[in-house]
């Protein structure tokens, strides 16, 4: 049994399915998650070779490669929404009031902050260390809001319920930037390119888990995994997310942070996501 090691934030539901489901021992395959705390960290142990697969943001991996010297892949691409908001504190009211304060990042440099970047500049705050300043603390960062530490901070929609009662509120929403967007799975390009089989043995499990869990006929039992399936259930496994892709990367460069072409295929490869797809049902 061949055995690999992914990492993620927090539960990732299609590997607790596939684990738990058999989807993984039908691929020959052992699976050893474990989730990161900090977005840094998670892709500085991807590049030294701790890790197999990471499920992560893909400004993360534009950023890594550009920027610090990694080699990694994306070899699956799905359709998402982009949920993520900008939660602030009852002090502040308006982006002006975001003037001269510090936010709460996981990284200032990629994945939830690139938008933010954009929507400031939207308002006028331009500059970073004169306009706003980000300081990283990793995932936990609803704690840090809590404890009053920051201001706001970029966070998954729905994670600011758990401050409404000290005033937490909304601000804007990145929704209005993407009519696409993407959650992939990236690996090491050297890694991918010597271990075809093996990757695409692994998004087949991934891909049967998660067709599993948006099948209506499995929503009892699939209420014990953290994951709630969108406005539109796959039926069958959506063609490679190329388009959400590309906006990220308009995004990041209109964020000032992209060194190279907005090219979605420097960074991505649909073939091993292809052959899982054709190859599901054997």
Do not use: C
């Amino acid at each position: 049994m061949d055995k690999l090691r992914i990492n993620s934030f927090g539960r990732l539901a299609a590997h607790e399915v596939a684990a738990a489901r058999g989807f993984y021992a039908a691929e020959n395959l052992e699976v050893e998650h474990t989730a990161t705390t900090a977005s840094k960290v998670q892709m500085g142990e991807l590049k030294s070779g701790v890790w197999d697969f990471v499920h992560t943001h893909p400004d993360n991996v534009f950023w890594w490669n550009e920027d610090n010297g990694a080699d990694l892949l994306i070899v699956m691409s799905l359709p998402a929404e982009p949920n993520l908001v900008f939660v602030v504190g009852p002090e502040i009211k308006t982006y002006e009031d975001v003037r001269g304060k510090t936010i709460a990042a996981d990284a200032a440099e990629s994945g939830f902050v690139t938008p933010l970047r954009v929507m400031l500049q939207e308002h006028g705050l331009t500059e970073e260390g004169r306009d706003y300043r980000f300081e990283e603390i990793g995932a936990d960062r609803v704690s840090a809001l809590r404890a009053g530490r920051f201001i706001g901070s970029m966070l998954n929609t729905g994670a600011e319920r758990a401050l409404a009662d000290q005033g937490f509120h909304v601000l804007d929403s990145i929704t209005r930037l993407y009519t696409s967007y993407a959650n992939i799975a990236t690996a090491r390009r050297p890694w991918v390119l010597e271990h075809r089989d093996l990757v695409v043995r692994y998004l087949r499990a991934h891909l049967r888990a998660l067709l599993w869990l948006d099948d209506p006929a499995n929503s009892g039992e699939a209420a014990q995994y953290p994951y709630r399936p969108g406005p539109n259930r796959l039926a069958a496994p959506p063609p490679f997310e190329w388009e959400g892709l590309r906006q990220m990367l308009q995004t990041r460069q209109e964020a000032g942070w992209l060194r190279g072409a907005v090219d979605p295929q420097r960074f991505a490869d649909e073939s091993y996501y292809q052959q899982a797809v054709t190859t599901l049902k054997r």
